[in-house]
Each structure stands twice: as C-alpha cells, then as structure tokens.
C-alpha cells in the first residue's frame, strides 16, 4: 500500500501542493482529476522524489520512501523499483527497436551502471509486451509508430520495471480519439490484474472509465476521495471546471449501465 502523508512540495520556495494525504491500495486504479494548474503534476514529482518535500511523507507497505522531517530520500534505483512514471510529454530521438525501448525499463535491476541486460531481463521485456498484445512489433522502429502504438510502448517499457506502482501523467493527451481508447482500454485491463497504478487526468471521461479511486484537486489541495460515483458529479464539474454538466448512465449492448458526462 502506498501511504502519502502531509505531502507539502513544489518549485523553487513556492509551495503548490498543500497537505496531500491519501493511500492506494495494492491493485487499486487511482485517478487524479482536476483543472489545469491546480497541482497534479506536481504532486506526482513530489511522490517520486522529482521535486523536494517541504514536509510530509510517502510511504510502501509501512516503509519511507520519502521523509521530508528526517531529510531522507531513498536513492533514485530504489525508487525505481517501486515507482514506474510515464510523464505527459516524451519522445525518443533516436530510431530505437521497440524491444530495445522496453529493454531499457530493466535498467534499475542491473547488477551495475555498465552490465548488459541478462537473460531475466530480456524475459520480463518480453513478457510487458506479451501484456499489453504488442509482441509482433518488438522489431519494429519506435520513431515509425503511430502514436498510441508509442504510448503502449511506453507503459511496456515501465511494466519491464516491475514496478510497485505505475504512475502515469495524463498518458493519452496527445492521442487522437481512437488512440485514447486503445490506451484506457489496456490501462484498465493492467488495473482489473491487479496493478497498482496512478494516473492524471482532467478528462471525466477516462476517471468513469478506469478508476476505482477518485482523488479531486483544486487549487493545490485534495477536495475529495472516493469511488467514481461518488466524486465524477454535476456539483463537482460545476465547481472544479465551471462547466455544467449532465452525468448519466448509458446502456450498452452487453447489458452493463455506464456513466457519461454531457456538457449542458
């Protein structure tokens, strides 16, 4: 389980995250939603030990990771293990393989900074993209894929980590709509596996499609946790994004009732 206590961080002396506290639970899909600016990124960075605590803590299984009071920050290999990010803005310049892309999500279990990746990681490269179906383009060049074709490589290489947690920054913002769906669809397969993941998002949509937990940020504090009905309302969209809004269920052609949002 991860545990953040009083997280308190962000730029330079300017504190953007006010005393975060929440807990994720192992295999527990965990959405951060709320308006541009209001502090998720930078939640995240402070979780990941990317930007310094002005005070607080996370925690693992009962374990500090980060403990701003004692000034302890775990080394950068530790974390992660326990720790795979996807940030919202990333590109590879150089014309990798994909399998070479996943390959070097193995780098924290390296016996050292110059050992070459050994039989066990090459396994658990295979077996992220045996996870997420994208096997038959192990051999392709990354820079040549579309871009949601990029963006599962991209969480294959993270699950090469085999990570505790998988945190993801508004993963689908660049993608066109079908691509959107693609990814939410493998993300919230990997959360009904028992992943535990973290994502970012300002889309109602994608936190009724993938998540269990619900985390509603405004201006730099948490203003609510709990299940996706509880949080994704009408009063909520209202007051986090000004927008009006209808939330409704739709019935689909297997029989299950789904909510959507409609902008009134």
Request: with cysteine.
């Given at each position: 389980?991860?545990?953040?206590?009083?997280?308190?961080?962000?730029?330079?002396?300017?504190?953007?995250?006010?005393?975060?506290?929440?807990?994720?639970?192992?295999?527990?899909?965990?959405?951060?939603?709320?308006?541009?600016?209001?502090?998720?990124?930078t939640a995240?960075?402070?979780?990941?030990?990317?930007?310094?605590?002005?005070?607080?803590?996370?925690?693992?299984?009962?374990?500090?990771?980060?403990?701003?009071?004692?000034?302890?920050?775990?080394?950068?290999?530790?974390?992660?293990?326990?720790?795979?990010?996807?940030?919202?803005?990333?590109?590879?310049?150089?014309?990798?393989?994909?399998?070479?892309?996943?390959?070097?999500?193995?780098?924290?279990?390296?016996?050292?900074?110059?050992?070459?990746?050994?039989?066990?990681?090459?396994?658990?490269?295979?077996?992220?993209l045996e996870?997420?179906?994208?096997?038959?383009?192990?051999?392709?060049?990354?820079?040549?894929?579309?871009?949601?074709?990029?963006?599962?490589?991209?969480?294959?290489?993270?699950?090469?980590?085999?990570?505790?947690?998988?945190?993801?920054?508004?993963?689908?913002?660049?993608?066109?709509?079908?691509?959107?769906?693609?990814?939410?669809?493998?993300?919230?397969?990997?959360?009904?596996?028992?992943?535990?993941?973290?994502?970012?998002?300002?889309?109602?949509?994608?936190?009724?499609?993938?998540?269990?937990?619900?985390?509603?940020?405004?201006?730099?504090?948490?203003?609510?946790?709990?299940?996706?009905?509880?949080?994704?309302?009408?009063?909520?969209?209202?007051?986090?994004?000004?927008?009006r809004a209808?939330?409704?269920?739709?019935?689909?052609?297997?029989?299950?009732?789904?909510?959507?949002?409609?902008?009134?």
């Amino acid at each position: 389980m991860l545990r953040v206590s009083n997280l308190r961080t962000g730029y330079d002396k300017k504190e953007v995250v006010h005393g975060a506290d929440f807990t994720v639970e192992n295999g527990n899909f965990t959405c951060i939603i709320g308006a541009n600016g209001c502090g998720k990124t930078t939640a995240l960075k402070g979780i990941l030990g990317l930007l310094p605590l002005f005070a607080g803590t996370v925690s693992v299984d009962g374990a500090d990771i980060i403990d701003a009071g004692a000034g302890h920050v775990a080394p950068a290999r530790e974390r992660a293990k326990i720790f795979a990010y996807i940030p919202q803005v990333h590109s590879l310049p150089f014309p990798f393989l994909v399998s070479d892309v996943v390959l070097l999500g193995r780098t924290p279990h390296l016996a050292s900074s110059v050992a070459g990746p050994s039989d066990t990681d090459k396994i658990a490269a295979y077996h992220a993209l045996e996870t997420l179906g994208i096997e038959s383009i192990a051999k392709s060049v990354y820079t040549e894929l579309s871009g949601g074709q990029q963006q599962l490589v991209l969480i294959a290489r993270a699950l090469a980590q085999q990570p505790r947690v998988l945190i993801m920054d508004e993963p689908t913002a660049s993608l066109d709509y079908g691509n959107q769906q693609m990814v939410l669809q493998r993300l919230r397969a990997l959360g009904r596996g028992g992943m535990s993941i973290i994502m970012v998002t300002h889309d109602p949509h994608h936190v009724l499609l993938c998540a269990d937990t619900v985390i509603v940020m405004q201006d730099g504090v948490i203003r609510r946790v709990g299940t996706p009905e509880e949080t994704v309302t009408a009063e909520m969209l209202c007051e986090i994004f000004g927008v009006r809004a209808l939330v409704t269920s739709v019935h689909m052609q297997n029989g299950e009732d789904r909510k959507t949002v409609v902008p009134l």
